[in-house]
């Protein structure tokens, strides 16, 4: 049973910043994938961001040098931290770990932006 839980959500004005933490517990062997996706009200859930357990990450175009993700491998944790926030980043951000052929998901985190 794996668990992943996310937090540091909030209420933030445009321009602001935020960071996102997730962490993954239970029975880990290794994880390949972590990343985060999000959903805004009336719209279907986009990838963010990825991370990869070679290094390598992958952002989507409207977050590109605003969002940074990063992983800490002895921890099972992923962060992203979300810099020059934008209304349009409203959204409930899910973290996602691949282990395996599996994929599990946390219960999302709310981030709004708004003056």
């Known amino acids: 049973q794996v668990q992943v839980v996310e937090s540091g959500g909030g209420l933030v004005q445009p321009g602001g910043s935020l960071r996102l933490s997730c962490a993954a517990s239970?029975?880990?062997?290794?994880?390949?994938?972590m990343g985060w996706d999000r959903q805004a009200p009336g719209k279907e859930r986009e990838l963010v961001a990825i991370?990869?357990?070679?290094?390598?990450?992958n952002y989507r175009d409207s977050v590109k040098g605003r969002f940074t993700i990063s992983r800490d491998n002895a921890k099972n944790t992923v962060y992203l931290q979300m810099d020059s926030l934008k209304p349009e980043d409203t959204a409930v951000y899910y973290c996602?770990?691949?282990?395996?052929?599996?994929?599990?998901w946390g219960q999302g985190t709310q981030v709004t932006v708004s003056s």
């Open positions: 996602n770990v691949q282990i395996g052929l599996y994929t599990y």
């Open positions: 991370s990869t357990n070679g290094g390598n990450a």
């Open positions: 239970g029975s880990i062997f290794s994880i390949n994938v």
